[in-house]
């Protein structure tokens, strides 16, 4: 969109073009158009106006997926002010530590959907309010001096502080550029048109469901049906009533596969379905033709993170390509290879570039100076490598590469021959310390039906297919793998989630 600086603009000329087009469906059913969505907009930017937010101010938004997030972000935008959501799953010390930090002038908790964000608003003590984008509860807080504002899309819209972060928080700061780009670069990948109806089970609240679900839709003026909490059995009916987009990550699509096998299908059968992408982890072969064949569809991977607005390269994958790559890079985004970092010739850290890196972490040069370079990459801390084709591997995280006996033990491969096996819904591979300077290969896995394999079975079956260094020391099996709200895997809690399991088989 031209001439678009700030991202709610998007929302006001679909409101002002075709206003009784379909928006959104809220997380209850209810249904709003462009115009609806606008006038939210406005009705959510006066209530933050009457807590005393204006242009610089942050404001904290404790949520789940409803139709408020999105008001309250667009909001946001419409008083210059920084939008920062959090997942209300956060515990009250992690929400406490990102607010000290952030020093906002109000928060809204979307308490109607989340118990959760209930909760913390009544820690709070947050008023109840009845609007026109839903019931919640909202905060004056004191807050920190504003922010200065650049009038082109050079300022900050929304801090998104990165899961997983210990010590000091890092807030990724966000520009209304960053997000504008990453909303037109989604909606080409996907083709994205005003008739679709994009399925939105990501969070709001991380990068992958801000950038490449709500703003593209936004971009593009198609409609979203959001979903408070990822559910395998709304999903199948979300696609079986005529979804025609689903971004997700491998997690959703391998619960919703198992969901279906339960339950005597096989196959998906969607008329309607058009799209279907993965994101935020790996893709195995096996595991990508099991996919293919559940959808009908070429399942698309891609590859981002929160610091790049979600996107640097994606798939444009006919169906049963073999192909397992995250794609080529994305249009005006640059990827190098620092292989100094990678130990292993042709592999190297991913570094990137383009209108889809961070403006920097708030308050944290240090941490800044340390991601980016003189030159204006971001250094990724994954490591990959490019095919003759400009095609991007992404072989496992630098600070997860495991050295076993001198070899390197890339995670994502180990798994992806663990995930080979019928019975294994999702699996997580980690090296751990052990006498002598090496490391063990730990796997935990996630199966379909208790006692549906033993972990000696699932030994015997990776060691067909995994040299002999690359094997697991050992094998646990586990009822469900520590994730985000995403569904990605929390790889830095596996020890601590499983330390008596461990203990018990040492």
Known sequence: ????????????????????????????????????????????????????????????????????????????????????????????????RIAAHAEPRAALYTSAVSKEAAAHAEAAGAQAMATAFGNVHVAALPGGAPEPVEEGPGQVAVILYTTGTTGAPKGVMLTHGNLIFAAGASRDLRNLVPDDHVYGALPLTHVFGLASMLMASAMTGCQVELATRFSAEALYQALKRGATVLPAVPQMHAVLMAYAAQHGH??????????????????????????????????????????????????????????????????????????????????????????HIMKGYYKNPEATAQALTADGFMRTGDLGRLDAEGRLHIVGRSKELIIRGGFNVYPPEVEAALNDHPAVVQSAVIGRKVAGGNEEVLAFCQITAPGAVEAETLGRFVAERLSGYKRPSRILIVDALPAAATGKILKHKLLETFAEALDETA
Not at 36 to 55: E, N, R, S, T
Not at 336 to 352: I, Q, W
């Open 266 to 355: 096989e196959t998906l059968g969607s008329d309607r379905l058009r799209y279907v992408s993965s994101g935020a982890a790996p893709l195995d072969p096996a595991w990508k033709r099991k996919a293919e064949a559940f959808y009908g569809l070429p399942l698309q991977n891609g590859y981002g993170m929160t610091e790049t607005t979600a996107g640097v390269s994606g798939t444009r994958n006919a169906i049963g390509d073999p192909d397992t790559s995250v794609g080529p890079p994305l249009p005006g985004v640059t990827v190098r290879l620092d292989e100094s970092v990678g130990n292993e010739p042709g592999v190297g850290e991913v570094l990137t570039a383009g209108p």
């Open 1 to 96: 969109m031209k001439d678009v600086t700030r991202i709610h603009q998007m929302v006001a000329r679909h409101a002002a073009e075709r206003p009784t087009a379909p928006a959104m469906i809220d997380a209850d059913g209810t249904r709003y158009d462009w115009a609806g969505y606008a006038a939210a907009i406005d009705a959510a930017a006066a209530l933050l106006a009457a807590q005393g937010v204006g242009a610089g101010d942050r404001v904290l938004i404790v949520a789940e997926n409803c139709f408020a997030v999105a008001a309250t972000v667009m909001a946001c935008s419409a008083l210059d002010a920084w939008a920062l959501p959090v997942n209300a799953r956060m515990s009250p010390a992690e929400i406490d």
